[in-house]
Structures are given as C-alpha cells and as structure tokens.
C-alpha cells in the first residue's frame, strides 16, 4: 500500500553514500536497493519519513524530517504547540513500555 | 522462619514467564519459556482493546531462551509485553517501533541495558540482533563504538528470526518488509471503535436535545422519534470510519484516508438510509444536513486510523489535515444550520 504522493521530505545526495547498505538494511518500506556499491531510491513515495535511514546514516547522506504519520498525534501536537507524538501523554510515567 | 519469608517474597516476584534461573559468568539470569500461559493470552487480547495497550512492560533484563552457550545469538526486544511475548514464543512485532519513535528504544538505552546485563562477559562474541524497526531510535555505528558490539538490524517479524540467523544473518526484501494484511488491520480496529464510542454519548445527547426541543419544552418522545434515525446514522458513520474503512482499505479509491472514509460514509448512509420513513426521507432539510455532515463524519473517524497503519508519514496527514479540518468544520457548520432552519420551521416560525 503506498500513501501520498510526492510529500516525502526524504533526501538523498548519492555523492555522499559510501556504500554501507544500512539504509537498504533499515528501511521496511523497500525504498532503497544496492546497486553498484551504492544506494539507490527505488521509490520515493513509499517512505513513511520513520526516519531509520537518517538515523543510521553514518556519512550524512540522508536526510528525513522524521514524525508519525498519525492525525491524532497530529492534531493534538497542533492544539499544544508541540512535535506530534505518540503514546503514553506522560513520558515520566516509569510504566510507559 | 525467615527463610520462607524470602522465598515467599521471590516468588511473588517473579512474573509469570520465568520457568527457572540459569547461571552465567556474569551472575543468574532468568531462564524464560517459549509457551505463553493463559495469563499471556488475555494481556495480549487486552492489549488490543483498550488503554491497558499502554501500560503492558516487561522487566528490561536479560532473558535465557532455550539452552543458550557463550556462542548464543542475543536478540534485542522492547519492553512492552506483548512484543517480548511474541519474541519468546517464536524461539522455539510492531511495538518495539512505537517504542523507537518515542525514543524509549534508544541507542543510549540499549547501551545501558548492554552495560547492565554485562553482555560483554556473558556471550564470547560481539553481535547483537536488534530488530529492524527499532533502527528508528538506534544508530548501529554508535553502538559498536561504544561497546564493540555489531548491531545486526534482524527482519521485521520475530518469525524470521530463524531463518534470517540460518541464512547468516542476511534478509529477503520479504523479510525487511512491512506489510498491513487484512487479518492486522482487522485486529487493530476496536482501538479505532472505541475512542470513538467513548465521543458518542456527547453526539447522541446533543441529537436528543436538538429533536427533542419543542417550543413548549423538551418533550422525550419527540426526542426519540426524531432523534433515532440521527444516532442511527452516527453509529453508521462511527462502523464506516472506523471498521468498514481499515479492513476494506486497499479496496477503497483514492490514497488519502479522508477520502477512503468518506467514500465509504456515503456507501454506508446509502444501504441504512431506505430502513428510514418519511421523517427524514421526506424533510430535504434533515436529508441535506444528513448527507454533508455524516459523510464527513465518517471520513474524520478514518484519517484517525493513519495513526495504526504502518504506510503512512507525517507529511501526508498533515497535508490531509491542513486541507481535511477546515472542510469538516465548515461542513458541519453549514449542515447545523440546515438542522436550525429546520427547527425553526418545526415551530411553525416560517
């Protein structure tokens, strides 16, 4: 199932990748393959902008504005003036899993 | 005496999954089973039904599965129970991903767990599995840097487990795929019922009010028998937006969840509508209010399930927010206003 087209904030500059394959390891979207040493983006509008790609990332290559992809959160984050987030409300709460 | 004492005191300790103690060189750790109990079958039936799923952890530890040596693999799990559950009995998950996002799941975390179990002393190689979708919070490159760990990102479902290690610890495409199976998204729709049950009262108390009003006070039969085909509809809109639309999902046209539900509304209102008389059928008023507000309704209750899928990013919502909340607002403004006209004509006041 693939979601709406060309929203992505993912970048890639390809001049930067080192060929590690984290990226292509990482993504459970499928939206990187190794080809040539290198990464390539099969397709841009399955990323879901989870950010694993970034993350793992160690020459700066990628970049993603990470978030969820939840109107809840969303909505919530938007009346509270803070970064959408999902879960427990109360981060302290030692029980949070 | 004292003795029972502390014995009492361990057991009571002790959750349930433990079946014994193993020692290594680094002290005794809890040996688990691979069987879940019938303890295990309802905390994961009730993880899906209500608030409990948000408060279900596990001890962070290190847990013994099965006879493990030195050589043994370590695979990484979250705290939540239901994927510590599904990772035990596959040795014979979603949730560390939330867990991830949220940051509990961390690189930094991992480490300290790493530290506190003394990994390094109890396993005489140097690689860890962790699972792929917790790579959202833990940068592999760090880890190895700070304990000389190799962070091995394992497949995306603990049932892989197997054969991922077999194949020397490289995945299929298949295996490093999420996919949303009807079966899943089935599973993930009371969560979607009830947070939009626990809103209905405040709708159906609302309904009841507006029909009930008369110009000589609130009259209960009016109420009803104005009222009812109103809460019919919403409990329509509430099955649309909440169950029709994540199970029928990729059936549905149209990527944006907004208009899936939408679509699907209108679907609904059209088989419920024929079971109502002449007191909405025939006022074009309430029929016009009707259909922009239940529609809109439904579709609202669906963009909510973009917070269960695992295909949707936050720049998508927020485009289907930015142009979805006015539209619904507007919406069920103009069909309030059809529902005033039409009480005002009700009282014989036009």
Same mark, same amino acid.
């Given at each position: 199932?693939?979601? =709406?087209?060309?929203?992505?904030? =993912?970048?890639?500059?390809?001049?930067?990748?080192? !060929?590690? !394959?984290?990226?292509?390891?990482?993504?459970?979207?499928? $939206?990187?393959?190794?080809?040539?040493?290198?990464?390539? %983006?099969?397709?841009?509008?399955?990323?879901?902008?989870?950010? @694993?790609?970034?993350?793992?990332?160690?020459?700066?290559?990628?970049? $993603?504005?990470?978030? $969820? !992809?939840?109107?809840?959160? %969303? %909505?919530? !984050?938007? =009346?509270?003036?803070?970064?959408?987030?999902?879960?427990?409300?109360?981060? @302290?709460?030692?029980?949070?899993? | 005496?004292?003795?029972?004492?502390?014995?009492?005191?361990?057991?009571?300790?002790?959750?349930?999954?433990?079946?014994?103690?193993? /020692?290594?060189?680094?002290?005794?750790?809890?040996?688990?089973?691979?069987?879940?109990?019938?303890?295990?079958?309802?905390?994961?039936?009730?993880?899906?039904?209500?608030?409990?799923?948000?408060?279900?952890?596990?001890?962070?530890?290190?847990?013994?599965?099965?006879?493990?040596?030195?050589?043994?693999?370590?695979?990484?799990?979250?705290?939540?129970?239901?994927?510590?559950?599904?990772?035990?009995?596959?040795?014979?998950?979603?949730?560390?991903?939330?867990?991830?996002?949220?940051?509990?799941?961390?690189?930094?975390?991992?480490?300290?767990?790493?530290?506190?179990?003394?990994?390094?002393?109890?396993?005489?190689?140097?690689?860890?599995?962790?699972?792929?979708?917790?790579?959202?919070?833990?940068?592999?490159?760090?880890?190895?840097?700070?304990?000389?760990?190799?962070?091995?990102?394992?497949?995306?479902?603990?049932?892989?487990?197997?054969?991922?290690?077999?194949?020397?610890?490289?995945?299929?495409?298949?295996? /490093?795929?999420?996919?949303?199976?009807?079966?899943?998204?089935?599973?993930?729709?009371?969560?979607?019922?009830? *947070?939009?049950?626990?809103? #209905?009262?405040?709708?159906?108390?609302?309904?009841?009010?507006?029909?009930?009003?008369?110009?000589?006070?609130?009259?209960?039969?009016?109420?009803?028998?104005?009222?009812?085909?109103?809460?019919?509809?919403?409990?329509? /809109?509430?099955?649309?937006?909440?169950?029709?639309?994540?199970?029928?999902?990729?059936?549905? *046209?149209?990527?944006?969840?907004?208009?899936?539900?939408?679509?699907?509304?209108?679907?609904?209102?059209?088989?419920?509508?024929?079971? #109502?008389?002449?007191?909405?059928?025939?006022?074009?008023?309430?029929?016009?209010?009707?259909?922009?507000?239940? *529609?809109?309704? /439904?579709?609202?209750?669906?963009?909510? #399930?973009?917070?269960?899928?695992?295909?949707?990013?936050?720049?998508?919502?927020?485009?289907?927010?930015?142009?979805?909340?006015?539209?619904?607002?507007?919406?069920?403004?103009?069909?309030?206003?059809?529902?005033?006209?039409?009480?005002?004509?009700?009282?014989?006041?036009?």
């Amino acid at each position: 199932m693939k979601y =709406l087209l060309h929203v992505t904030t =993912l970048q890639y500059s390809s001049d930067k990748c080192a !060929g590690c !394959g984290r990226c292509a390891e990482v993504c459970p979207r499928g $939206v990187f393959e190794m080809r040539d040493k290198r990464a390539m %983006i099969m397709d841009r509008d399955l990323c879901m902008e989870c950010g @694993a790609c970034a993350k793992n990332c160690d020459f700066s290559a990628l970049s $993603v504005k990470a978030g $969820v !992809g939840c109107a809840a959160a %969303i %909505i919530t !984050g938007l =009346l509270t003036g803070s970064e959408p987030t999902c879960g427990c409300g109360d981060r @302290a709460a030692s029980n949070c899993c | 005496m004292r003795a029972a004492q502390t014995l009492k005191f361990i057991k009571k300790e002790v959750p349930p999954y433990v079946s014994g103690t193993m /020692s290594t060189t680094a002290g005794s750790v809890f040996r688990i089973s691979s069987d879940w109990s019938r303890a295990d079958y309802w905390g994961a039936i009730k993880s899906r039904l209500g608030a409990f799923r948000m408060n279900y952890p596990v001890s962070p530890g290190l847990y013994a599965a099965g006879e493990p040596t030195m050589g043994s693999d370590v695979v990484v799990s979250a705290n939540y129970k239901l994927s510590f559950d599904i990772l035990r009995r596959e040795l014979k998950g979603l949730n560390v991903w939330c867990a991830a996002g949220k940051g509990t799941f961390s690189t930094d975390e991992l480490i300290s767990r790493m530290s506190a179990t003394k990994l390094g002393e109890v396993v005489d190689h140097r690689r860890i599995i962790v699972p792929q979708l917790g790579a959202v919070g833990v940068n592999a490159a760090e880890v190895q840097k700070r304990t000389g760990f190799r962070v091995f990102f394992g497949p995306v479902l603990a049932k892989d487990l197997p054969s991922y290690i077999e194949a020397g610890y490289t995945k299929t495409k298949e295996m /490093s795929t999420i996919r949303f199976p009807m079966m899943e998204r089935i599973i993930l729709t009371p969560m979607e019922i009830n *947070p939009a049950m626990k809103k #209905f009262p405040w709708f159906a108390c609302g309904v009841l009010f507006v029909f009930g009003l008369q110009p000589s006070g609130i009259l209960f039969k009016s109420a009803l028998s104005g009222g009812m085909p109103f809460l019919a509809l919403g409990l329509t /809109s509430v099955l649309a937006g909440a169950f029709l639309t994540p199970v029928l999902l990729p059936f549905v *046209p149209f990527r944006s969840f907004a208009v899936k539900g939408w679509i699907i509304g209108v679907l609904s209102m059209l088989a419920v509508m024929p079971l #109502f008389g002449p007191s909405v059928q025939g006022e074009i008023l309430l029929l016009v209010a009707s259909w922009l507000f239940f *529609p809109a309704m /439904s579709s609202y209750i669906a963009l909510q #399930f973009t917070g269960s899928t695992n295909f949707t990013g936050m720049s998508g919502v927020k485009k289907e927010l930015k142009i979805g909340i006015p539209l619904y607002v507007s919406l069920a403004g103009i069909s309030l206003v059809f529902l005033m006209v039409y009480k005002i004509r009700e009282w014989g006041m036009l």
